[in-house]
């Protein structure tokens, strides 16, 4: 799944080139392999995470064992920022969906360059209010809209530069939250429509 840089989903791509290299030069490299594990719900270790490259699914699982998506993460996603900012465990697990190599930051470089470098401050504030706003808009989504419109904002938010989407069916649907079938007919609308083109793989 390559996802296209922007400000919405990429931590990083709104800063200047010197400041993205201080972050570079700051952060340490973890590669993982496809289906390991990066961090379970419960982890106190204190970073956040910058998808290089790869994909990675954030997930939690009941007390019934029944384990629910709540992301796929591509290059430039960040995870983690919330739990390292206010001092809180893993509130979620994450996994390698492919080979994968991240950014770490750990809470010591993280609050230094919370402390000298104010637009990187500034920056951190912004993409936090924005993640905020795009939560409680997808609760208020679950709530109110129908599952084609759901449907239809999830292809867009997980497009690449080429429009195509390549999260698999079934992917999509526990990030709905919904059943596969149910999908299926509200991805049959947007094609009958013509808004999508569906072909084996992708979208």
């Given at each position: 799944m390559a996802l296209y840089s922007n400000p919405e989903r990429d931590f990083l791509a709104d800063l200047d080139e010197p400041l993205r290299q201080i972050v570079f030069g700051a952060a340490?490299?973890?590669?993982?392999?496809?289906?390991?594990?990066?961090?379970?719900?419960?982890?106190?270790?204190?970073?956040?995470?910058?998808?290089?490259?790869?994909?990675v699914r954030l997930s939690r699982t009941s007390a019934d064992g029944k384990r629910t998506t709540l992301a796929h993460l591509g290059a430039g996603d960040v995870f983690g920022v919330f739990a390292l900012i206010i001092g809180k465990s893993k509130a979620y697990d994450a996994d390698a969906e492919s080979d994968t190599n991240l950014l770490v930051i750990d809470s010591t470089v993280f609050n230094g360059l919370l402390d000298r470098e104010a637009v990187f401050r500034n920056h951190v504030f912004r993409f936090m209010g924005r993640r905020l706003e795009s939560a409680l808009q997808a609760f208020n989504d679950e709530r109110s809209l129908p599952l084609v419109f759901r449907a239809a904002k999830a292809l867009i938010y997980y497009a690449d530069a080429d429009g195509r989407v390549t999260l698999t069916q079934q992917a999509l649907a526990e990030q709905l939250g919904v059943s596969r079938n149910g999908l299926g007919l509200a991805l049959k609308s947007l094609a009958d429509a013509g808004l999508i083109e569906r072909h084996y793989g992708s979208i």
């Open positions: 340490s490299r973890k590669r993982v392999r496809a289906k390991q594990e990066i961090q379970r719900y419960g982890d106190v270790d204190r970073t956040l995470m910058i998808v290089q490259s790869g994909r």
